[in-house]
């Protein structure tokens, strides 16, 4: 019987023996390589993965800290912040903090200096940036410490309490202000590459003169990489470790490859900007 018992536990792995494993994403890391992290972890362990469809960075920190979830995907790090609490983070890869315009702006390319004018309300008009005598419509996130709102204050202004411009306009997630900047040509809004970049209706702007692309990022020509994390509890479930240790492992890593993000040996040079 023992033998028989330790034959199972060899065929198959502990996270087979769960009837779901918990992994999910916030909306940009779901866009990013969550979903093809999911399918591929699936296939090699044979169990079946609960997603979610909605819920930023926030949500996934409070998550995977309060162990309701086995693994949860995120664009910033843990914050000495109560939501944060209990969370171990991994960086899986890298994204890119990048600025959306409406397909129609005549504005294909900002630089850092510009775009900081333009988030603090020094530049309003987008004639200052070679566009159209129209005023700028800045979208941000609501909240300071959304991946986008936390990465794009640390990025450009190195202070993650730097305030923005108090009449922008506000949404909770990417997806209403991505929705918004396919509808209105005037819009300006900061988002991620890895994920912006697979929707339609949007136009990324160079920045500094270069295009962002997997190949600029992952070379360090782009200009603002981030990290992209995947998260536990402090201790994690059987299920939880095993997804990371996927995600490390050469597959993992070939997977999120392949899914168009730029992986820990594609951005080896990279160093990590906060």
Known sequence: MRKLLLSLLILFPVASMAETVKAYGCGITRDAFVLELNQ????KFGVKTERNTKGGVEK????AGGAKVDVAGGCRP?????NDKNVKAVQVGWGALVFIVNPTNKVSDITIAQAKDVLTGKITN???????????????????????GYSGRMLLFKNKDQALLASAKRENSSGPIRNTVQKDKDAFAMDDYFSSSKKDG?????VNGVKPSKDSVASGKYPLPRPFYIYTNETPTAAGKQYVDFALSAEGQA????????NLAEGKNLTKPY
């Not at 591929?40 to 296939?43: F, H, N, P, Q, T």
């Not at 004639?127 to 991946?147: C, M, N, Q, V």
């Open 60 to 63: 996934m920190l409070k998550l």
């Open 126 to 148: 987008w004639k200052a940036l070679g566009g159209d005598d129209a005023p700028i419509k800045l979208y941000l996130r609501s909240s300071e410490t959304s991946g986008v």
């Open 202 to 206: 949007l136009k990324i702007l160079a």
């Open 78 to 82: 843990p914050l000495n912040i109560e």
């Open 40 to 43: 591929a972890y699936e296939a």
């Open 255 to 262: 997977v999120i490859s392949k899914a168009g993000t730029v």
